[in-house]
Every structure is written in structure tokens, then in C-alpha cells.
């Protein structure tokens, strides 16, 4: 491998790349709103932001697989844009996302010359590769086929593969979520080499003692927005956190309803993951209670797809007493006999998982009612009756359609979400759980969803949203819960608990073991 | 320059429509070129193969004694495949469902049992065919094993039990030596539908399996499931649908038609058990299924249209001293573009000029 261009320097040198005003949208959403960014070669330049603050945006201008919509590129003092990824790996800048592409049954030398664009001969790449893992201490072994490797492993054919093109400008996408702590450390060492090296890193996370230790200066994301930027190293955990989260003050909700008994019920839930991948759920206690919202916050990943497939039957539990809604055992029962126990749920998918993309409205409405009302008769499906809730649906929740009865993947993801929420809402169910109800929309339609969360638990039904916008819990929940490595805080008041102390809780700081454990609801 | 393949925004519903008939057409292109390499001329023979099997009575009789099996076998194959659970055993669950039902044939031959029997060897051939259907299945649900290759594997067995049985146990004692059963009494044969012809009342079941297999898909409960599950199979399991139950109810219902198609050939058209029943009806029905669009109409037009390529083939034997092998040959053309004409309704295809190599901009 080449040296990169001053091998010995290690004082920050003069940006090797500049941002100015970066904006990109999304319909009416503004996911990067005038960003500038620089970045110097041997510097490890931390961004940080919660889920959605506009991070991965950024980071595929950078890397050419989106393109801005205003502002200004420059690379080593010329301007640039970036027509595709490949433009970009050309001039040195690489990425090691945190989704790896790998075939597992091919051997690392494989798969590192898949990547590469020059065609090379895979005895020739081994070389090399080993000389790179060697200098870097990346131990690899070419020959070994990808499944054997544990993720750490796998996670250095990325490295190696993006090292290989030698970039002055190396992109890391949460590359600690994967890793276990040892490996983390080892991993940190590398970086730490590279940017001896002189080339620039930037490094993207929302784990906050992280970045505190790795980092020289962290650009911090909020909403698509730089809120600020400063030297992590100079600032605690908690002043990162309130930068991350924002600081504004909280107002309570105005809570006009009356909390009755407990709707759903989940005593000490501990579940290993059905995909090896997975986030073992560890002694999840919870309670939802009549007329209240309760709000389940954290950083994706930390079990809370796990857990919305455990409420909602999805998953099966052996312990039928983990999960009791409206007060019966129901750790044991289907999706479809917790629906007639009167729960009702909102997956965050809303294509492929919420409903079938090539269906119609009218079979999607199918789709979480054939077991309870009557849109069923002796096993043949009433037409009439689908077509008919779909017009409730459409007019209850103004959802915004081309035809009466389209593909439910013709619909715009607000009025798609204001559809499935309706579906569940006119059900008139007990319990609602929610994941991400909002995610992805514009103001107007997460406004929609909320309102429609609000109304719903004002009628006496219990309501559990997960979700990664803080901002969005805050606003309607009662209670709020963080979930961190599988583990639930205790769900405290909203009017008690502060952002930061969030933020905290989410980026995995101040957990008690024995407070998840002995942590009851309320 | 090359050719490369782009995912379309949405699928094409034009494509979807055309397909088939965009297949039958590159079919026809390709059996033109075959035809010319193999000395014979192009537009006598297609016409031979696909022309003169419409033109009299006898073959449009015997076009329909072919569909019959075909149709019935692939609408069961639908089901299926619409469900994404790949039966590609048909054929052996055929044989096993001829013999089921030829067993009973065999042991009341002569004793003449009751009005009872045809109806119970129907029975037996659609249960004989479920139950050899649900081998695959179970193991698929149970250990994970590939439906694929053990239903396919099955077929061979299937084949060999035949075998046996009509050279050993099930033999005609006055057959002459002959691998075949005693001739079927007939209490043991279905009724024809025209007398002189060989157009037996099979085909109305199998034209009452077209009308079952289109109201399960498009009116019921379980037609919803058998979509959801083959589509969106996390929307499935959303929905509360069981989706190793759902492979086993249509493999057993597969199964059942290929049994029951069985049973039919050997008491109808054919009248005793031989160790040839079927020239491939089960894997012929594979094509047939994906030709009509696994739609139950569609799979009754596309039926009539394969039949006629075995119809076809018998007298392109004749007339043009071509081996019967052609069929196959045609048939798996078919296929083949049947398959990668229904790719187009969800890819275009795009000439992308190759210019990375341009991209080196100043460093």
C-alpha cells in the first residue's frame, strides 16, 4: 500500500474536506438543513446525533450516494460533487457501514476483491491484504471462508476492504454497535494508528463515552441541524448528552383523563433472540393502564423490535404469565387471540410488515381484522365489508388516496401510517402498541398519528409507543421507560424526569443493574 | 455497452398481462430456428405442431383428454406455489394416487362390489396423493429439509413402486407376461361423456377443481392467507397466519389433485395400472401452472395450449419422422421463457455504456 500523503504528520493539518450549507430533502422533510462540516487528515472528528438527526444523510453526500440539493463540496481545496459512490472511492474516500456486505460463503480474499473496483487477482489481493492487516494489526486470514468469522472479524474485511483503496478520508457508520467491549478496544487501537497515519476519520455515534475518548472534535446533529460543535474530550457525558437531545424545557402534557387498571401487564420478561443477530430481552417489568400512554425510548437496536414482537405475539414465550393483557395470561397466545383480548398493533415497517405492499386497502384491512368483526361469514371474505372499512378508515383519519381501493404501496408513507393506524383505532382496541408511529413524516401527518394516539387514550384505552424521537414521546406519553441492551429503565413521569437524564439512560450511562431489575411500572 | 437489468418503481400490469403470450411468440421464434437446423421447414412444421392438432374432431377431443390432467394437477401446483412452498413432485404423487386408487380395482376384479367403488377409488387416489405430498412437507416443516428436492425425489420412488407392482404382485395372471393389471371391470372405469370418443367424465372434475381452486383464491378466508403468506411472509405472520400449517394444507391439496389426476388416467383413457401412466403430466403441469400465470382461469387456457404441444408431437412423429422428444424440447423453451418473460414485470432492460473507468478526476 502506497503512504498516504505526509506519513508523519500528526498535528491537524488544513481541511481536507469542507461542507458549506449542505441541505438535502425528502418531500416537504428536511433531513440536512445547511450543514457545514470540515475535516482534517489525523483527526478523528466524531458526529453525533440521536436517531434521525440527519447523520446518515450527511454521511451519503459525502460519499456520493446521495447528491445535495444546495451547498458546496470541496475536496483539498477544489470543489466537488459527486455524481455516485464510485466517484467518490476514486478521489479517497471510503466507508464502512454498519450493515456488512459479505457472502458467507466465500473466503475473506473473496469477497475483498468483489469490492474492489480494479479487477485483481485474489492470490495478489491476499498478499496484499495481509500486508495492510499486518501494518494495522487487523489480523486476518484470507483463505478463511466468512461464516466461520466472528463479527469483530468480519467487521475487519470491511476495514481491510475500505484500507485497501488507501482513502485520506475514512467514514465509519456505528461501528462499536456490533462489537463486544474487547473488541471495541482493539478496534480503537486501529483507528488510532490511521489517524497517526494522517488520514482524516470521521467518526459517527451516539455513544457518548465513545466518542468522549476517541474523538478530537464532534460535530453534533439535532433535527438536520448543527446545534454545536465542540472538543468532546473538554465536555462530560451529560453536557454531550443535553447538546445531543437538546435542552428544552419540558411541559408537561395536560392530562385531562383518568388512569384506570393495568392493560397489559409484563412481569420480569427475559427472551433470547429467535435471529442470532438479535438483542436478548433481559427481565423487561412493565405496566400500561387504562386512559395512560406510555412511552418506550432508546437508540435503535436495543431490543425494541424484540419486544414488539413479544407483546405482540410474534414471537412465542414460554412463560405464559410474562405477558398478561386486560389481566389474562397471555404470554402463550397468538397475535390474532391477543386480538380478541383487545390489543391491537402498530409495527414499525409499514410495507411488508404492517401490510402487503401489492395489496389493495381493502385486503389489507383483511389483515389484522379477518379474526375479529365481520369481515369474515362461513370462511368467504365480504368484499363489501373490506371496502366499507376502508371508507371509515379514509374518512375517520383523512387519508389522502388516488382511487377508493389502491395498493397499499401507492399510498405516501403519512397517509400509508394514518391508514394502519386507523385500521387498529376503529377497532375500538383496549390495548394499542405502538413502534415508531411516526417515523419518517411530515410534521402534518406525525401530528395526525399523535393527535389520533391522544384522542384513542382519552377514550380509556392503554397505549404503548416505542419510539426514537424523544421529542415525540415527551409530547404525548404519561410515563417514559428507556431501553438500553435489552433492559428497561423504570417508567418515571414525564414531568420528572429531564432530557438529559434520557439522553443519558439511552446512550447506556447511568444504569443500575438492580434498577432495571427491580424496576416495577409506576 | 451492456445489458443490465433495473428494478421497475412499480410492476408493470401490461407485462404482467402479456407475458405469456410474449413467451408463447419467442417460443415459436426459437422452435423456428430448430426446425431450420434440423433440416425441416419452419412454417410446415410449427403448423403441424400447432395448426393441424385444432383442425379435426378427434385430435380437439384428444386435446382435451390431455388438458384434463394437466390443468388439474397445475391448479393444485398453484395453490402452492402461490403460497411459496415449491411442489415439484406432482408427477410421483400422480403415480402413488393412480396406484392407490388401481388397488382397489385390482382386488374386486371380477367380484363386482357396488356402485360404490368408482367413487371410493377417487377417494383413495386424492388421499394416496396427499398423504405421498405431505412427506415433502413434513420435512420441510419439521427439519427444514428442501421441499424442492424431496418432492422431486419422491417422484422416482413412486416410479419404482409402480414398477414393481405391475411386474410382480399386481400382474395379470393372463396378461401374457405383460407389465400391465387385468383390464379394469367397469364398475372400476369412469363414464365417457361421448360415447366412441375417449372424453371421460374426469373432465368435469377437473373443471370443478378450476372453479374450487379460482373461488378459494379470490373469495375466501384461506385464498387471502395462501396470498399473504406467498407475497409478505412478515405481514403474514403479522396477520396470525400460520405459515408451516399453510405449506402443509397445499402441498396435502396438491398432492390430492395429482393423486385424483392419476387415478383418472388409469380409469379412464388407459383402463388398467402400466409402468407408463403419464408422458410427465406432473412436471408438464410446472409449466403449465407458471404459463397461466397461477391463476386457475388463465392455468385452463394455458392447459388446453401444452396439451396441443403433445398432440402435436405425436403427429409431427408422423409427418415429419421428428422424435417425440421434441415436446419436451418445445416444453422447456416454454418455460424458460415463460420465466424470464415474467422478470420484465418487475425489471426493465436497460444499455448502460460502461464509463467507471472515465471517472478519474484530479486527485
Known amino acids: ?522 | 455497452m451492456a445489458l443490465v437489468l433495473e428494478r421497475r418503481s412499480e410492476r408493470s400490469v401490461a407485462i404482467a398481462l402479456a407475458s405469456p403470450l410474449l413467451a408463447i411468440a419467442l417460443t415459436l421464434v426459437t422452435m423456428t430456428v430448430v426446425f431450420a437446423a434440423l433440416g425441416q421447414n419452419p412454417a410446415t412444421a410449427l403448423a403441424v405442431y400447432f395448426i393441424t392438432p385444432l383442425t379435426d374432431g378427434y385430435s380437439l377431443q384428444e386435446i382435451a383428454v390431455k388438458a384434463s390432467p394437466l390443468v388439474m394437477i397445475a391448479v393444485g401446483l398453484a395453490l402452492c406455489y402461490r403460497a411459496n412452498a415449491w411442489n415439484i413432485g406432482a408427477e410421483g404423487q400422480l403415480l402413488i394416487g393412480a396406484i392407490a386408487g388401481s388397488g382397489l380395482a385390482v382386488m374386486t376384479h371380477g367380484a363386482d362390489p357396488g356402485p360404490w367403488l368408482l367413487p371410493a377409488m377417487l377417494l383413495a387416489g386424492a388421499l394416496a396423493g396427499a398423504a405421498y405430498a405431505l412427506i415433502p412437507a413434513l420435512c420441510k416443516v419439521k427439519f427444514g429439509a428442501s421441499e424442492i428436492l424431496v418432492s422431486l425425489m419422491l417422484v422416482y420412488v413412486a416410479g419404482l413402486l409402480l414398477d414393481y407392482l405391475v411386474r410382480g404382485p399386481w400382474r395379470d395372471p393372463a396378461g401374457f407376461n405383460f407389465p400391465t393389471t387385468a383390464e379394469f371391470d367397469s364398475a372400476a372405469t369412469l363414464p365417457l361423456l361421448i360415447a366412441g370418443s375417449r372424453v371421460h367424465a374426469g373432465l368435469i372434475l377437473t373443471l370443478v377443481a378450476v372453479a374450487a381452486a379460482a373461488i378459494l383464491l379470490g373469495r375466501t378466508l384461506k385464498g387471502f392467507e395462501i396470498r399473504v403468506v406467498g407475497t409478505a411472509p412478515r405481514a403474514a405472520r403479522f396477520a396470525g397466519f400460520n405459515a408451516d400449517r399453510l405449506v402443509l394444507t397445499t402441498f396435502a391439496i396438491s398432492g390430492a389433485l395429482a393423486g385424483l389426476a392419476g387415478l383418472i388416467e388409469v380409469a379412464g383413457p388407459i383402463g388398467h395400472l402400466q409402468p407408463d401412466i403419464s408422458p410427465g403430466y406432473g412436471f408438464t403441469a410446472i409449466i403449465v401452472a407458471f404459463l397461466g400465470r397461477l391463476n386457475p382461469l388463465g392455468i385452463l387456457a394455458s392447459g388446453l395450449f401444452v396439451a396441443m404441444t403433445f398432440i402435436g408431437g405425436e403427429q409431427a412423429q408422423i409427418a415429419l419422422k421428428l422424435p417425440q422428444d421434441m415436446t419436451g424440447v418445445i416444453q422447456g423453451i416454454l418455460l424458460f421463457y415463460v420465466l424470464a418473460c415474467d422478470s420484465l414485470i418487475l425489471y426493465r432492460i436497460r444499455w448502460r455504456s460502461l464509463q467507471r473507468k472515465a471517472l478519474h478526476g484530479p486527485l
Open chain 1, 1 to 522: 500500500m502506497a503512504p498516504p500523503s505526509d506519513p508523519g504528520q500528526t498535528e491537524p493539518s488544513p481541511p481536507l474536506f469542507l461542507g458549506r450549507g449542505l441541505t438535502k430533502r425528502f418531500g416537504s422533510f428536511t433531513a440536512n438543513d445547511a450543514i457545514d462540516l470540515d475535516l482534517a487528515g489525523g483527526e478523528i472528528h466524531a458526529l453525533l446525533g440521536e436517531n434521525g438527526a440527519g447523520k446518515s444523510t450527511l454521511v451519503k453526500l459525502i460519499t456520493g450516494l446521495l447528491q445535495p440539493d444546495d451547498g458546496q463540496m470541496m475536496w483539498r481545496g477544489a470543489p466537488v460533487a459527486f455524481a455516485g459512490p464510485a466517484e467518490a472511492r476514486m478521489r479517497g474516500i471510503a466507508a464502512v457501514s454498519q450493515h456488512f456486505a459479505l457472502f458467507d460463503n466465500l473466503t475473506v480474499a473473496e469477497n475483498v476483491a468483489l469490492g474492489l473496483d480494479a479487477r485483481a487477482s485474489v492470490r495478489k489481493l491476499s498478499d496484499e491484504l495481509e500486508r495492510v492487516a499486518q501494518r494495522y494489526g487487523l489480523p486476518l486470514d484470507p483463505k478463511r471462508e466468512v461464516w466461520r468469522l466472528s463479527v469483530g472479524e468480519r467487521q475487519r474485511i470491511e476495514i481491510v476492504r475500505a484500507l485497501l483503496q488507501d482513502p485520506q478520508l475514512l467514514i465509519l457508520d456505528e461501528p462499536t454497535a456490533v462489537l463486544t467491549p474487547a473488541e471495541a478496544d482493539r478496534l480503537f487501537e486501529v483507528l488510532e494508528q490511521l489517524r497517526a497515519d494522517g488520514r482524516a476519520l470521521l467518526y459517527i455515534s451516539h455513544k457518548l463515552e465513545e466518542v468522549r475518548r476517541l474523538a478530537g472534535t464532534a460535530t453534533i446533529l439535532r433535527g438536520g441541524r448543527v446545534v454545536g460543535r465542540c472538543d468532546p474530550r473538554l465536555e462530560s457525558t451529560a453536557t454531550l448528552a443535553r447538546m445531543m437531545v437538546g435542552s428544552d424545557v419540558i411541559a408537561p402534557k395536560q392530562s385531562i383523563h383518568t388512569i384506570g387498571e393495568p392493560r397489559l401487564s409484563v412481569t420480569a420478561l427475559t427472551l433470547p433472540p429467535d435471529d442470532p443477530h438479535g438483542v436478548t430481552l433481559r427481565d423487561i417489568t412493565l405496566q400500561v393502564r387504562s386512559g395512560e400512554i406510555v412511552g418506550i425510548a432508546g437508540v435503535a437496536g436495543n431490543g425494541q423490535d424484540e419486544l414488539f414482537a413479544a407483546l405482540s405475539g410474534e414471537t412465542v414465550i414460554d412463560r405464559e404469565e410474562a405477558i398478561a393483557i386486560g389481566g389474562t395470561a397471555a404470554g402463550g397466545l397468538t397475535i390474532n387471540q391477543r386480538r380478541e383480548l383487545g390489543a391491537a398493533f402498530v409495527p414499525e415497517q409499514r410495507l411488508g410488515h404492517a401490510t402487503v405492499p401489492t395489496m389493495s386497502l381493502s385486503d389489507n384491512a383483511l389483515l389484522t381484522g379477518h379474526g375479529t368483526g365481520s369481515l369474515v361469514r362461513f370462511g368467504l371474505v365480504d368484499r363489501g365489508a373490506t371496502l366499507a372499512l376502508v371508507d371509515r378508515v379514509t374518512e375517520t383519519f383523512d387519508v389522502r388516496k388516488a382511487k377508493r381501493d389502491p395498493e397499499a404501496a401507492r399510498l405516501s408513507g403519512g397517509n400509508l401510517q394514518k391508514f394502519i393506524v386507523g385500521r387498529e383505532i376503529l377497532r375500538e382496541p383496549g390495548l394499542l402498541i405502538v413502534d415508531q408511529p411516526s417515523w419518517g413524516l411530515d410534521a402534518g401527518a406525525a401530528g395526525a398519528i399523535r393527535q389520533a394516539l391522544l384522542d384513542l387514550s382519552a377514550t380509556g384505552a392503554a397505549v404503548l409507543v416505542i419510539s426514537q424521537d424523544l421529542d415525540e414521546l415527551i409530547e404525548i406519553a404519561d410515563r417514559i421507560a428507556v431501553m438500553f441492551h435489552g433492559r428497561l429503565s423504570p417508567p418515571r413521569p414525564v414531568s420528572e424526569i429531564g432530557r438529559d437524564q434520557l439522553g443519558l439512560l439511552m446512550g447506556g450511562s447511568g444504569w443500575q443493574t438492580t434498577e432495571a431489575r427491580d424496576g416495577a411500572g409506576a
